[in-house]
T-cell receptor
Framework: AQSVAQPEDQVNVAEGNPLTVKCTYS??????LFWYVQYPNRGLQFLLK??????LVKGSYGFEAEFNKSQTSFHLKKPSALVSDSALYFC?????????FGKGTHLIIQP | NAGVTQTPKFRILKIGQSMTLQCTQD?????MYWYRQDPGMGLKLIYY???????DKGEVPNGYNVSRSTTEDFPLRLELAAPSQTSVYFC?????????FGSGTRLTVV
């Protein structure tokens, strides 16, 4: 069965600094990978996905993710963090029964 | 274009009561899913469906039932509510690796 690991429960970054939220995956066959963001008391918002092609995927709100097959990773990145980026971020991988999610990482951007 | 619509948004149930969480999509997606979200646990799959008349269990199906009589609707039934079912429930639909989520139902069982 497929699985996703987000090793950090929380990531703290100063505003204006680059941010990285880590994700590693395990799946049979080609991986199809997603990042979602959730603001308090809200639903899931799609950020970006990797299906095939370029290993650097660009998404919404200035986020991007780097797919690394050898390290089975799909880390989320942003060059310059904003306070408004503070939220809960989920990595997910597609399996036979839909998306399997990681436990989520709280991203806190400090002014 | 409404996408995936979930009702109700909030509900408080007493232990032992039953209820149905409604989910409707207007995108003609064959695949539909129910997830529950608990703090620090991410989203766990309860049930999913690959088309009308076909449903299958996910990771945490105990205490729940589903049906899929039409492409549009995928209701989730709780027969005997328990405090462990206090959670936020999300319905989703998908086609061609595009997933659309509803806004969620926050359920509290007391």
């Amino acid at each position: 069965a497929q699985s996703v690991a987000q090793p950090e429960d929380q990531v703290n970054v100063a505003e204006g600094n680059p941010l990285t939220v880590k994700c590693t995956y395990s799946v049979s066959g080609n991986p199809y990978l997603f990042w979602y963001v959730q603001y308090p008391n809200r639903g899931l918002q799609f950020l970006l996905k990797y299906i095939t092609g370029d290993n650097l995927v660009k998404g919404s709100y200035g986020f991007e993710a780097e797919f690394n097959k050898s390290q089975t990773s799909f880390h989320l990145k942003k060059p310059s963090a904003l306070v408004s980026d503070s939220a809960l971020y989920f990595c997910a991988v597609v399996g036979a029964d839909g998306l399997t999610f990681g436990k989520g990482t709280h991203l806190i951007i400090q002014p | 274009n409404a996408g995936v619509t979930q009702t109700p948004k909030f509900r408080i149930l007493k232990i032992g009561q039953s209820m149905t969480l409604q989910c409707t999509q207007d995108m003609n997606h064959n695949y539909m899913y129910w997830y529950r979200q608990d703090p620090g646990m991410g989203l766990k799959l309860i049930y999913y469906s690959v088309g009308a008349g076909i449903t299958d269990k996910g990771e945490v199906p105990n205490g729940y039932n589903v049906s899929r009589s039409t492409t549009e609707d995928f209701p989730l039934r709780l027969e005997l509510a328990a405090p462990s079912q206090t959670s936020v429930y999300f319905c989703a639909s998908s086609a061609s690796y595009g997933y659309t989520f509803g806004s969620g139902t926050r359920l509290t069982v007391v």
